[in-house]
């Protein structure tokens, strides 16, 4: 499992000119699934974006997470992080999921995430859809 955190002042995601998620100052996150990806890989990984320190503090460190500020959280599944990019001009998507095992873990991401944080945004699995966004910084770190 990858997830791709952007530090964001806001963040949307629209599908056929309808927006369907939001957030104000937060983190936007790109989720791509891998096969052997479970439930207990995505518990892990909730755990680590809820918690890691991408915010400044008072002295302007990176030492707060989103939990600590009460950020929003958009997560967008996003497959082609599963991409092996290593050889030739094409990638491959063999390590990604299956899209019909991905979309329920990928559900069950956005269930858990909302269980445990708030405010929570996501956009739709599968769909075309266009993520707009203002990078704060830009702070971006790729999670493995």
Do not use: C, W
Request: charged share 20%; hydrophobic share 50%.
């Amino acid at each position: 499992m990858k997830a791709l955190l952007q530090r964001v002042g806001s963040a949307s995601v629209s599908v056929g000119g309808q927006v369907v998620g939001a957030i104000d100052r937060g983190l936007l996150v790109f989720v791509g699934l891998q096969r052997d990806d479970d439930r207990a890989a995505a518990g892990r990984m909730l755990e680590k974006l809820l918690a890691y320190r991408v915010f400044a503090d008072a002295a302007g460190r990176m030492n707060r997470s989103v939990t600590d500020i009460s950020g929003g959280v958009l997560l967008i599944s996003q497959f082609t992080l599963a991409a092996d990019t290593g050889r030739g001009l094409r990638p491959s998507f063999s390590a990604a999921m299956p899209p019909a095992e991905a979309q329920v873990l990928y559900e069950y991401m956005v269930a858990e995430l909302t269980r445990r944080h708030a405010p929570v945004a996501a956009g739709i699995f599968g769909a075309d859809m266009q993520v707009s966004l203002v990078n704060d910084g830009p702070v971006t770190f790729l999670l493995e």
